[in-house]
């Protein structure tokens, strides 16, 4: 197609940027790219990767641009196609601006995904799974965010996952043996320990998890919510931090209904041991993707993608590199036909 615009976040500023620009690279397009403007080294990094494999100049351009100046690449007629990964605030001002110039764009954004842990789930392998809302010090939009736990596995499951959580090492994420550190500004840990108060004023219980973190502003204590209903205020939200959702429900059904409660779309997990049950319920989430007995994921062969306020489209896999390509049709009339 052309030109592809790129804007990209900081909580991969690596892997999500090389995403969309290998995957356009492959379908034959060209990628200008406005990573997030906190990490402008990893963007020089970039540029500078590609330079040093070869790629001929202007296939790969890296700008650091205001929002006002990307509104202007945007509207430009000679890019053809946009793609964000960021949050839905964000889709929902690139794709309005997209569509007033009538391209095509990929969105991927926030998620608040489900993890179903039916009766029969192995729960040893749960608990270890579910470790992984904490990676990214809980900065990920694909994660174990709502944890939706059957009744009769839910006292187990949670002793478990509580252990799991004292084996967390918090601090200085330069060091080697860190596996926890700070969110990534003292604004962002603000803003989630203000959802964690407007959760608790609303109804919910708050319990902290794990080892005390460091004593510094952008420090999050790992915290397990329970209790959340439907008229909390931040029961809609995404939580962009270490504050996983815990919920206990009747049976597979509540479980479904439950996961599907969400202005969100992204992933989802699903446990047990029956795996034609598991796939049931797979095809019964409304995401974009759902994985059974592992955590969420992103091979680079899957496409991966959203729906609701997830966003819009694919990126990686055969579905990603055909995004922004035009399936251009060429008839010959019969007569002229071999």
């Known amino acids: 197609m052309g030109i592809i615009y790129a804007v990209e976040p900081w909580n991969g500023p690596f ?52 929002h006002a100046q990307s509104a202007t690449i945007v509207a430009d007629y000679r890019v053809r196609g946009v793609t964000l990964t960021g949050s839905d605030e964000a889709g929902s001002r690139l794709s309005e601006q997209a569509g007033r110039a009538i391209k095509p764009a990929v969105m991927e954004l926030g998620g608040s995904d489900p993890m179903i842990v039916l009766e029969d789930a192995n729960l040893d392998l749960t608990a270890q799974c579910s470790r992984f ?16 736990v059957l009744d009769g596995v839910y006292d187990a499951f949670v002793e478990r996952f509580t252990a799991l959580t004292e084996s967390i090492v918090p601090g200085d994420p330069s060091v080697a043996t860190t596996t926890f550190g700070p969110l990534s500004s003292r604004e962002a840990a603000d803003g989630v320990r203000d959802q964690i108060r407007r959760a608790v004023e609303g109804g919910a219980t708050a319990t ?31 939580i962009f931090g270490p504050v996983p959702i815990l919920f206990r429900v009747d049976d597979e059904a509540a479980a479904v209904g439950l996961a599907n409660d969400s202005r969100y779309g992204l992933g989802g997990t699903v446990f047990s041991e029956d795996i034609e049950r598991a796939q049931r319920v797979a095809r019964q989430i409304d995401t974009g993707m759902v994985r059974i007995n592992q955590p969420t994921g992103q091979p680079a062969d899957m496409p991966f993608g959203g729906t609701k306020r997830s966003g819009l489209g694919q990126e990686m896999g055969p579905q990603g590199i055909r995004e922004f390509v035009n399936s251009k049709l060429i008839s010959i009339a019969p007569q002229y036909s071999a």
């Open 133 to 148: 809302r904490f990676a990214l010090s809980g900065q990920a939009c694909i994660s174990n965010k709502r944890m939706i």
């Open 15 to 66: 892997s999500q940027a090389i995403r969309p620009i290998c995957g356009n690279l492959m379908a034959g397009n060209v990628v200008i790219l406005k990573h997030a403007s906190n990490i402008p080294a990893c963007a020089d990094a970039i540029d500078q990767l590609f330079k040093d494999a070869g790629l001929p100049e202007g296939v790969f351009t890296n700008l650091f641009v205001t």
């Open 208 to 238: 902290e998890l794990g080892p005390v973190v460091p004593d510094l502003p952008a420090f999050v204590q790992p915290t397990l919510l329970t209790g959340l209903t439907p008229d909390n205020p931040v029961f809609y939200e995404e």
